[in-house]
């Protein structure tokens, strides 16, 4: 272990990624150069070459932008980001990139075409504490908190799932807040899978959320790749740490419903108990349809559609066509009327399903 | 096959109670959607609430704000919405422009509540705020389903227990009627309870200013109210009945929803009211 009199210093002087807002930097006494590094472990690294990204989102919100010999304070986690990167944490604190803005450290392994090489990093070292243990972000999430039986009724959890990344979910969880809003009633919402980035949560508080949270809250870099049992716990977690003043709860899980834990969480896992109702964000046509259709086959109704293919008033033509669950649009009737599509039964009670052609 | 069936159950046959939760019924026909909730301590002998929203439509906000009482007295909340485009003006029950009936549309909905959730739905119990309270109590003297205890809150104004005044604002013959006779012994007859806020004295631009009403219910809703109170009662005594009309004076209150529900303490009046 090597102690450095001026890491305080460096740390101050380093920029600090949103994905590490919840740890208490003054614990940090040391950097380890030799760890394995592990989820959620914090890192301080050297920006070494520009490429993807080149900006990193602050603990503030703000982008800041990257030149190479920047430092920043990361934390390691896996990325499933199929518009971008897949990442996998390395095994060493050898060179590695910088897989997303929100400050996620790891190696990526496959890339979208569209993608430049990911922005090239190199770990200075882990922070430990004053005892040598790794400061990793599960220190400062919050503890689990068993629900007694006759605990309150959770606030109806209104679940946003899509086809796959940049579906459209975030946008149409917004489109959902602001509805809500019209109807005088609070919501937190939620980002409950995803890798750490504040861009979602922004959208969400910025459409009048009562708050916004995600798995970072839990003390999660990311969660890919995760347990799903870990993870469910996790989401319980946070579901456990809504405002009391919240009426309503508008999760998002992130990517496709095919991604692995999106998969698994919605088959098997407390979470379907939790949903009240769903919402599906396509990207087409038939994105929509057979997405409608996988989730029934896995006992779920989805209320209603929406997303990047309610653009096109062609596509959503195409989809009522062949499916009638009903299509959300950007501009529909009153909020109130709209609303009454976010409510309709899930949970394999099947409700009446019409276009909505308001 | 993607299609499904036309009518929601909310009642698995597996299961003794409804399905709990908050759930939204949508129509494409004449009856009204509507936001029901039911709570995890539903049986099917859990009484049903109906309440309906003023002029601004918050069924939703109507929904969820009794939501935690109906869990607390094993209640089930409906509240429908009344369509701004198709019947605008149902609180005087009046048919919209295309001639949809509020009247014929409220009591479809009631229908598919009660095959929806094999719940016994009448003799209703029925509140009403500001504008939904107009509709409660004209409902109460012209609907068809028998109202079984009715609370209204903050009414704009009034139909008054007098027949020198055409419907809505008196008893009399009126074309809005279509025929539908108006029953006031139902009125007189029933436990009402009428709320307003002690406060709720703003001539805000929703509030109905013809002279009919000014010169004969006041200028501002908690002189209306006292207005009709004091009708209604003497109406009873006058005919020798037990006075079924009850005021209360929401201390403080002024004219928003959502402050009587949350601060006034408006949503355990109701459900004392019509519940227990």
């Not at chain 1, 006992?299 to 309610?310: C, F, H, K």
């Amino acid at each position: 272990m090597r102690v450095t009199r001026d890491l305080a210093d460096q740390l101050d002087n380093a920029h600090r990624a949103f994905a590490t807002r919840i740890a208490d930097l003054g614990l940090a006494a040391s950097l380890d150069l030799d760890a394995r590094p592990a989820a959620g472990d914090l890192c301080l690294v050297r920006v070494t070459r520009l490429g993807q990204h080149r900006h990193v989102e602050l603990v503030s919100g703000r982008r800041a932008a990257l030149a190479v010999g920047d430092e920043l304070i990361v934390a390691f986690g896996n990325r499933y980001a199929s518009d971008q990167f897949e990442a996998l944490i390395p095994p060493s604190l050898a060179e590695c990139h910088l897989v997303a803005a929100g400050g996620i450290a790891s190696m990526a392994v496959s890339q979208h075409s569209k993608m430049k090489a990911p922005t090239d990093i190199q770990p200075l070292g882990i922070l430990r504490d004053a005892s040598g243990v790794a400061l990793n972000l599960s220190r400062w999430g919050w503890p689990g908190v068993a629900t007694p039986a006759n605990a309150p009724a959770q606030p109806h959890m209104i679940l946003v799932v899509g086809t796959s990344m940049n579906a459209g979910k975030t946008t149409l969880c917004a489109n959902v807040i602001r509805t809500l809003r019209e109807c005088g009633l609070r919501t937190a919402a939620l980002k409950l899978t995803g890798t750490g980035s504040g861009g979602d949560l922004w959208k969400y508080q910025d459409s009048g959320a009562l708050e916004a949270m995600d798995f970072g809250n839990v003390g999660l870099a990311s969660t890919a790749g995760m347990d799903i049992r870990v993870l469910d716990a996790a989401i319980g977690r946070l579901c456990a740490a809504v405002s009391p003043q919240a009426d309503v709860i508008v999760a998002e899980l992130a990517d496709g419903i095919l991604q692995r834990e999106t998969s698994q969480l919605l088959q098997q896992s407390n979470l379907r108990a939790r949903a009240g109702s769903i919402l599906f964000a396509a990207s087409d046509p038939l994105g929509a349809a057979a997405g409608v259709q996988l989730l029934a086959s896995w006992g779920l109704d989805v209320s209603a559609v929406g997303g990047l293919m309610t653009a096109s008033p062609l596509a959503v033509r195409e989809f009522t066509s062949f499916c009638n669950a009903p299509v959300i649009y950007a501009a529909e009737a009153s909020a109130q009327e709209t609303s009454t599509y976010f409510f309709s039964p899930a949970n394999g009670q099947s409700g009446k399903k019409h276009a909505a052609q308001r | 096959m993607l299609r499904s069936a036309e009518i929601i159950p909310m009642r698995d046959p597996a299961q003794p109670v409804p399905i709990c939760g908050l759930r939204a019924h949508q129509s494409l026909g004449a009856e009204l959607d509507y936001f029901a909730y039911i709570p995890r301590t539903a049986t099917m002998d859990s009484p049903l609430l109906i309440t309906v929203h003023g002029i601004e439509r918050m069924a939703l906000q109507h929904a969820v704000r009794f939501s935690k009482l109906a869990e607390k007295h094993s209640f089930i909340v409906v509240a429908p919405i009344f369509s701004k485009a198709r019947v605008p003006r149902y609180q005087r029950l009046e048919r919209g422009p295309l001639g949809d009936c509020p009247i014929a549309a409220f009591e479809l909905a009631v229908d598919h509540v009660q095959r929806a959730t094999g719940l016994a739905s009448v003799p209703l119990r029925l509140f009403g705020y500001s504008g939904g309270a107009q509709f409660a109590m004209r409902y109460t003297l012209a609907g068809s389903l028998p109202v079984g205890r009715l609370a209204l809150a903050a009414p704009g104004w009034f139909t008054m227990p007098n027949t020198q005044q055409p419907f809505p604002y008196g008893l009399g013959e009126s074309p809005a009627l279509e025929g539908r006779a108006v029953d006031l012994a139902r009125l007189l007859s029933i436990p009402v309870l009428l709320t307003v806020g002690a406060e709720d004295t703003r001539r805000d631009k929703s509030l109905n200013r013809e002279a009919i009403v000014e010169s004969s219910q006041g200028k501002t809703r908690l002189e209306r109210a006292h207005r009709w109170y004091d009708a209604m009662t003497g109406l009873a005594k006058a005919r020798g009945l037990p006075q079924m009309t009850q005021l209360k004076l929401l201390e403080g209150a002024g004219h928003d929803f959502d402050d009587n529900m949350q601060t006034f303490g408006l949503g355990e009046i109701v459900t004392d009211w019509l519940i227990n």
